[in-house]
């Protein structure tokens, strides 16, 4: 059984850094894409950052230059980094992965099987 657990979420102000992680346990296959959306309320869901095994990674627009996204072979782990956070950051946040090298952003979120339970970041202005 395939678990996703997130950690690092929190409160800051704007202008402020935070850094999240997912640790994935139970998925066996090979290559994967794993990495974060968020959900704002009233909102839909939407891409944030990812990145496969090869190492490629895929952001959304309104993160580039802010986020970073990492992980952790070893440790199955997938690290992203927000520096420059902004009240419209505000959102929770959910790790999910799915089989094969990352899809375009556009597309990424099809690529999706499993999904964290969400960790809440909130962005004071």
């Known amino acids: 059984q395939v678990q996703l657990v997130e950690s690092g979420g929190g409160s800051v102000q704007s202008g402020g850094s935070l850094r999240l992680s997912c640790a994935a346990s139970?998925?066996?296959?090979?290559?994967?894409?794993m990495g974060w959306f968020r959900q704002a309320p009233g909102k839909e869901r939407e891409a944030v950052a990812h990145?496969?095994?090869?190492?490629?990674?895929r952001y959304a627009d309104s993160v580039k230059g802010r986020f970073t996204i990492s992980q952790d072979n070893a440790k199955n782990t997938v690290y992203l980094q927000m520096n420059s956070l902004k009240p419209e950051d505000t959102a929770v946040y959910y790790c999910?992965?799915?089989?094969?090298?990352?899809?375009?952003?556009?597309?990424?979120?099809?690529?999706?099987?499993?999904w964290g339970k969400g960790t809440l970041v909130t962005i004071s202005s």
């Open positions: 999910a992965l799915g089989a094969g090298l990352c899809y375009a952003v556009s597309h990424i979120r099809l690529q999706m099987d499993y």
């Open positions: 139970g998925f066996s296959g090979s290559r994967y894409c």
């Open positions: 990145i496969d095994t090869d190492g490629t990674t």
